[in-house]
């Protein structure tokens, strides 16, 4: 794709349809709470980034835990310089090359396996579903701080409730941020582990868009 093709407005539709071809995880496991972000809030989320903040297109982006890489694949697709996806979980990272070949996009993406605190490098924007710390408190925490540390823009989904956002506004700031922007959505976890109870679960959710407070770093 070409300097002038990565300019081009991407359909929220063909965005939609390559963000299914993404096979999620084979395996999840929930002590890592790994839910594949769903296709609808995976292309409002990259969307809002390239196009209402000029974050994707033509810049160094970075998923942490990416799973099997649906943000980094689809941050690809619309124009990104390079992608790059990082998990613990080598399962996982295997499915996300595997999808990436399978769309042809690997020569735009790089894959890690291994822990996030392991990540050095600098980047222009981090995306990110990280986990919400219900199985492992403050989880979360770890996310948003290396995101910072890595590039001075941060898309971060998390639980929602307005608790849970003023929260979420005091640690970013305490840790040289800022955030620009909240964007209220709704996930739809399916049934995928044994304490789940019901067919389909609704979480209402927070995307954030943090910028690092300039001079620090």
């Known amino acids: 794709m070409g300097a002038v093709a990565q300019k081009r407005l991407v359909h929220r539709l063909d965005l939609e349809r390559l963000l299914l ?15 594949t972000v769903p296709v609808g809030v995976a292309s409002e989320m990259l969307s809002i980034a390239a196009y209402t903040n000029d974050d994707i297109i ?16 689809g941050a690809a697709f619309l124009g990104a310089r ?3 996806g990082i998990d613990i979980d080598r399962s996982a990272v295997r499915k996300a090359k595997e999808n990436a070949e399978s ?13 996030i605190a392991l990540l050095r490098g600098r980047f222009d924007t981090v995306l990110q579903n990280p986990p919400f710390g219900v199985q492992r408190r403050t989880a979360d925490r770890g996310f948003l701080l290396k995101a910072l ?30 955030v620009t922007s909240v964007f ?5 976890v399916p049934r995928m582990f044994k304490f789940h109870t019901k067919r389909r ?9 943090i910028e690092r407070v300039e001079g620090k770093q």
């Open 21 to 35: 071809k993404v096979e999620p995880h084979r395996s999840p496991k929930a002590f890592l709470e790994q839910y």
């Open 58 to 73: 033509g810049k160094a982006v970075v998923d942490l835990g990416c799973g099997t890489g649906r943000l980094a694949i």
């Open 82 to 84: 390079e992608a790059v």
């Open 103 to 115: 769309l042809d996009l690997m020569d735009k993406l790089s894959w890690i396996a291994g822990d």
């Open 149 to 178: 540390e890595v590039a001075p823009v941060v898309y971060s989904l998390h639980k929602g409730g307005e608790s849970n956002r003023a929260f979420i506004k005091r640690f970013i700031e305490a840790n040289e941020g800022k």
């Open 184 to 188: 209220q959505m709704r996930l739809d």
């Open 201 to 209: 679960h609704q979480v209402n959710v927070d995307l954030y868009r």
